[in-house]
């Protein structure tokens, strides 16, 4: 035992200086995470959280669901995009809520988030390959960060409407369940727009349930 002890302190002459570097860098990286953390709640800006937000138009209203929220890195499963998601999310403006990605790279972002809806819905497509009822629709999936005045908290958010929905939103604004939905509005004028006239930024997905 002895023995053990005197290696032990023997590493730590050795090795303090490491070990002392070490715990000095943790120290700074809790304190600036944890400051960094309160101006995030102070400013409500949640970049890097990801939710994804099904938005509903039946019987004249206007629904907003919630069916998943994870952090970018659980989605893009990678530090680089999951930062350049959050740098994107930081661009958008009031008149253009859809992340300002580069072409190319649209297709490898919205493929991601594609991967976890799916998963959540694969009941429905082993369903619908036994043979079983299900009901199958297809829907619009793109990347916002909406910008306007009366949004609540910053985030990435996966909007996902049925294509149908996107493709004939009324004229007139649908009932809102809350004042603060009139900004979904909106953004789903915006995204109706974009759709048509920036595809690349969309992605169809059919889900069965």
Aim: one cysteine or more.
């Amino acid at each position: 035992m002895d023995e053990v002890i005197e290696v032990i302190f023997e590493k730590l002459d050795e090795h303090w200086v490491k070990f002392v570097t070490a715990g000095a860098f943790m120290l700074i990286g809790w304190f600036f995470g944890r400051r960094k953390a309160h101006r995030d709640f102070q400013r409500r800006e949640f970049y890097d959280r990801l939710n994804v937000s099904l938005n509903i138009i039946r019987d004249g209203k206007l629904l907003i669901r919630t069916l998943l929220e994870k952090t970018g890195e659980e989605i893009f499963l990678n530090s680089t995009a999951a930062n350049a998601i959050v740098e994107a999310g930081k661009k958008t403006t009031e008149a253009d809520p859809l992340l300002p990605l580069p072409k190319d790279d649209y297709w490898y972002y919205l493929n991601s988030v594609l991967n976890e809806i799916s998963e959540k819905f694969a009941d429905g497509q082993l369903k619908r390959d036994l043979g079983l009822g299900v009901t199958c629709a297809q829907y619009v999936l793109c990347l916002t960060s909406e910008a306007a005045g009366n949004i609540r908290m910053r985030k990435i958010r996966a909007m996902l409407i049925q294509k149908s929905t996107l493709e004939t939103l009324p004229e007139e604004q649908p009932q809102l369940a809350a004042a603060s939905h009139a900004t979904r509005w909106t953004t789903l004028q915006q995204l109706a727009k974009a759709y048509r006239e920036t595809p690349h930024k969309f992605l169809t997905v059919e889900i069965c349930q």
